[in-house]
Every structure is written in structure tokens, then in C-alpha cells.
């Protein structure tokens, strides 16, 4: 049933962007019915109504929110550069659509962790392309073998077209600057 993936996005890619009323009844109509199959098939539906950051958004469903994070890639943070830049693009691509999340477990924070399609575009898959993410490789048995390739080629394209993140002689990734940065916790405490 994983197939009818794209048959579900190209149907509810038509509330992109649609009046409050109508985004409230598509919701309604379209997502109450799905819950039971996202359910059991690993699959999460709902409408893309906040932008953390450059990988994680909020999807609203009709009764819950659920954090999503986009598995397999790792935007630069809000205070890095590009970090603005990351969460526009992923803003461009979701926000305001209806979106299939395959998903994938939680990661460590409790966010859901999952592949975000929104009207037919991989929206891990546009950060790549677009130099404002990595290829997340720790992860990167988790995906498809296809996938995997995809995500692979896309940074390694956006690396030699020198786009995004890599203007930059040698940008530090997330990971790296995450340890070499004080916590929330760690801030609060001082």
C-alpha cells in the first residue's frame, strides 16, 4: 500500500495553500479517513503548519500535532550560516501542504522520524539538492538503497556546484557544532 504514496500526494496536493475554511474541511475530510491506514502502514498524514528549522516541522492531524524530523539528513542550526537559508527552503517546500511522512521510529528528542513528501517532492531530497543540508550517512542504512543514492548524489552534486552551505571553504556540520556549543540546559544554568 506504500505505493499509493504518490496517488495520495498528487490528491491532496490540491489544498496547497487553501483558505482557512477549506484547509479546515480538507483536513477533516481527507485526514480523518487515512488515520487508520497511516496507522498501520507507518505512515503519517497531515498539514505542514510550522517550520522548526531546516529538518523539522510540525504536522497538524485532525485530533494531534506531531514533531516531525526528516530522517537521513541534517540541516545547519539556526545559528549557523545557512541556518536561516535551510529553514526557508524546507519552509518553501512544505508549509501550508498536505504531507505524507513514511515514517521511520522517534529519535532520541521524541520526534517522529520519517521521509516528508509534500505535492509529490521529497522535501529531505530538495534540501540536498539545494546545498542547505548533509546527507546524514550514520543513518543512512536505514534507506532504501535507492534513497540512499538519491540522497548521496544530490550532496555530492550540490558540493561540486558549490551551492548553499558549500560556498563555504569548509563548513562545519551540525553535528560538529552541536557539541561545540553549550546546551539549552547547559546556558540556562549560567
Known amino acids: 500500500m506504500l505505493d499509493n504514496r504518490s496517488m495520495w500526494t498528487q490528491a491532496l496536493a490540491q489544498t496547497v495553500n487553501p483558505s482557512a475554511r477549506l484547509r479546515s474541511w480538507a483536513v477533516g475530510a481527507v485526514i480523518a479517513p487515512m488515520c487508520l491506514l497511516s496507522a498501520a502502514q507507518g505512515v503519517i498524514v497531515g498539514l505542514v503548519t510550522r517550520i522548526h528549522d531546516g529538518d523539522t516541522v510540525t504536522v497538524q492531524q485532525q485530533d494531534r500535532s506531531v514533531v516531525i524530523r526528516l530522517a537521513s539528513i541534517d540541516a545547519p542550526e539556526l545559528a549557523q550560516p545557512f541556518g536561516s537559508q535551510s529553514r526557508e527552503q524546507l519552509r518553501a517546500c512544505s508549509f501550508g501542504r498536505i504531507a505524507v511522512i513514511e515514517t521511520r521510529g522517534t529519535d532520541r528528542h521524541g520526534r517522529v522520524l520519517g521521509t516528508l513528501d509534500a505535492a509529490g517532492v521529497d522535501c529531505g531530497l530538495q534540501q540536498l539538492r539545494a546545498g542547505l543540508a548533509w546527507h546524514y550517512r550514520y543513518f543512512a542504512n536505514e534507506q ?39 546546551s539549552d540546559e547547559q546556558r540556562a544554568t549560567r
Not at 149 to 178: C, K
Open 144 to 182: 532504501s538503497n535507492e534513497l540512499r543514492r538519491q540522497y548521496s548524489t544530490a550532496e555530492r552534486d550540490a558540493r561540486q556546484r558549490a551551492v548553499g552551505l558549500w560556498l563555504q571553504p569548509d563548513p562545519t556540520p551540525p553535528w560538529t557544532f552541536r557539541r561545540s556549543s553549550p
